[in-house]
């Protein structure tokens, strides 16, 4: 059973949030809406200020969707209200990413400048080895930047490559000379 879950969610002041009769949760705030569709193994009921989870059986599956659906909710509700932010670091010598129109473009060390397509409600500006990446779904921020970071995952030696801001690289020592 989820602890997270059996408390009712409180609506954040300027945020509304509809759900549908097929399981779809709208919110709404001040930085856009978002919209999911969930499950109908857990019962989703608005109050006037609280949003309230239960599961509709006791089968395994509805009590660990849950308390992952409570969350999401709470994401939802965070970021209508405060985007999101990733910052990435890019470490290397001639390391860069640039923004191009709905792309963003790195120079990693490969022979050919990497792309990648810019997801529809985010946000990604590139400054002097920072790319921060903002938007209000907290799923498409967190695998955009995920998605950016694999294309040159930092690596032990020297700690070249693209990592997270809050991302500490364990460094090992190399090789010694003997002599």
Request: charge should be positive; avoid cysteine; charged fraction near 25%.
């Amino acid at each position: 059973m989820s602890r997270i879950a059996k408390k009712p969610i409180a609506i954040p002041a300027g945020v509304t949030v509809a759900v549908s009769a097929d399981s779809t949760v709208s919110v709404k705030g001040k930085g856009g809406e978002l919209k999911r569709t969930f499950r109908p193994l857990i019962s989703i009921k608005t109050d006037s200020n609280t949003v309230i989870l239960e599961p509709k059986s006791d089968s395994h599956l509805a009590k660990a969707l849950w308390g992952t659906y409570a969350a999401h909710i709470r994401n939802m509700m965070e970021g209508v209200t405060k985007p999101y932010v990733k910052q990435l670091l890019i470490e290397g010598v001639g390391y860069r990413a640039t923004v191009q129109g709905t792309k963003i473009v790195l120079a990693v060390g490969f022979s050919h400048p990497v792309e990648l397509a810019i997801p529809a409600g985010i946000t990604v500006t590139a400054e002097k080895g920072v790319i921060t990446i903002t938007g209000i779904d907290k799923d498409a921020v967190g695998q955009f930047a995920a998605n950016v970071r694999a294309k040159k995952v930092p690596e032990p030696y020297k700690g070249k490559g693209i990592r997270y801001s809050t991302e500490v690289i364990r460094r090992k020592q190399g090789k010694k000379v003997v002599g």
